[in-house]
């Protein structure tokens, strides 16, 4: 189970948006999900169509009591086949002050033990935090291996982040354990200049730490909450969606690398026959006058925009051509481009087949 804490004490930054949306579109791909909801504003629960108030328990009775870790299999609630929620209450907001007076190295482990006794039943645990940096989003902390930081395309969000970062480092530091922290701007509104500007200045200043995907504002995200269902299940072809899916499928990667990164080394004596494998040089264009940042993520780089990739910028008169040169072996490959931040299909390439998560995949062949 891949265990994800979703934080920024900034208050209405999209951490509730981007745990319950993220969760539903890595629910569709066919993941099994836990939202875990320790907010005591209990948003992703009510955005997961559960009345909280109506619940006899919620994570209070499986963090309250050393011991509790067993409660919470039972407080779990079943959304959709693959998708749960670990729901939250206003009690929650008691719990800080019961859990200060505790000893300071056990009261920020109980949701880690919690998570341990259902990690066999899910691929991911989604926590959403509070806006705070308080004991509950320590737990988070403690729980998690990886972090998604969502950051509202405002300058004045960037300062705020920034301590943060230096917040999450000293208790990985402290704890032991590493954090693979990653900034998602969200609320993106790229028709105003502001927007555009303050996103190529998160990318500077964050560089590889930033996800390719960026969140545009969009109406119909609201209005899912409302109705109690990630985006995905409520307005597919909506921008909300089609960027969260994006998110999805760049999680998903994501960990599709670290598992190559974490697989044993195959005993020389045990490699192929086949002798060297011998690639050719393909080279894609993509074009467009209006794009920005350009790149290419396919099942031949994991998924990962531009790695591996060679990339070279042309002027063809006015408008820009990205080149993209890869190194392949002779197969059928899917790509698609990432266009600032969102993720399209070849335009110029009519072979195409549906993505895992909507929208369409281009398909190369090379012979
Ligand atoms: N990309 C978006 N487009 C439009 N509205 C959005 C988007 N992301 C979030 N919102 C809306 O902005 C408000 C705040 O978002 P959200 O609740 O996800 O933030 P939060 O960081 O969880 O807030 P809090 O800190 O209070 O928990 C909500 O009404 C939500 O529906
Ligand atoms: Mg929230």
Redesign the pocket.
């Known amino acids: 189970m891949r265990t994800i804490a979703i934080v920024?004490q900034?208050?209405?930054?999209?951490?509730?948006?981007?745990t319950v949306n993220l969760a539903g579109c890595l629910e569709a791909e066919g993941a099994r999900v836990l939202v875990v909801d320790i907010?005591p504003?209990a948003?992703a629960t009510l955005a997961l169509g559960l009345e909280p108030e109506a619940l006899d328990e919620n994570l209070y009775e499986v963090l309250a009591e050393p011991g509790g870790d067993a409660r919470l299999g039972p407080v779990i609630q079943e959304v959709r086949e693959g998708l749960h929620v670990a729901p939250s209450g206003i009690v929650l907001s008691a719990l800080e002050q019961r859990l200060a007076g505790e000893r300071a190295d056990t009261r920020t482990e109980r949701l880690a033990g919690a998570l341990e006794t259902v990690a066999d039943r899910y691929d991911y645990a989604l926590i959403?935090c509070?806006?705070n940096v308080g004991i509950l989003t320590f737990n988070a902390l403690r729980a998690a291996r990886e972090v998604i930081v969502?950051l509202e395309t405002s300058f004045f969000a960037i300062d705020g982040v920034q301590k943060l970062l230096e917040t999450i480092a000293l208790l990985a530091n402290r704890i032991g354990h590493e954090l693979t922290v990653r900034i998602l701007p969200?609320?993106y509104d790229g028709r105003t200049r502001y927007a555009r500007e303050t996103l190529a200045e998160i990318r500077k200043l964050f560089g590889d730490l930033c996800f390719d995907t960026v969140?545009?504002?969009?109406?119909k995200?609201?209005e899912a909450?409302r109705r109690g269902l990630p985006i995905i299940r409520f307005a597919r072809s909506a921008n909300?969606a089609v960027d969260y899916a994006a998110l999805a499928v760049e999680v998903t990667a994501l960990g599709a690398d670290a598992d190559a990164i974490d697989a044993p080394l195959r005993p020389a004596a045990m490699a192929p026959e086949a002798g060297p494998i011998h690639t050719r040089e393909v080279v894609v264009e993509f074009r467009d006058p209006r794009a920005a940042d350009v790149r290419i993520a396919g099942d031949f780089n994991g998924w990962v925009p531009d790695k591996g990739v060679q990339s070279r910028v042309d002027s063809d008169g006015p408008a820009r051509v990205w080149r993209k040169v890869l190194h392949l072996a002779p197969g059928t490959y899917q790509y698609r481009y990432v266009v600032d931040g969102e993720w399209r299909s070849d335009p110029d390439n009519p072979r195409s087949v549906a993505g895992p998560v909507g929208g369409k995949n281009s398909v190369l062949v090379v012979s």
């Open positions: 920024n900034k208050g209405g930054c999209g951490k509730t948006t981007t907010d504003q948003h959403d509070p806006p969502p969200t609320l969140i545009r504002a969009n109406v995200l609201r909450a909300g």
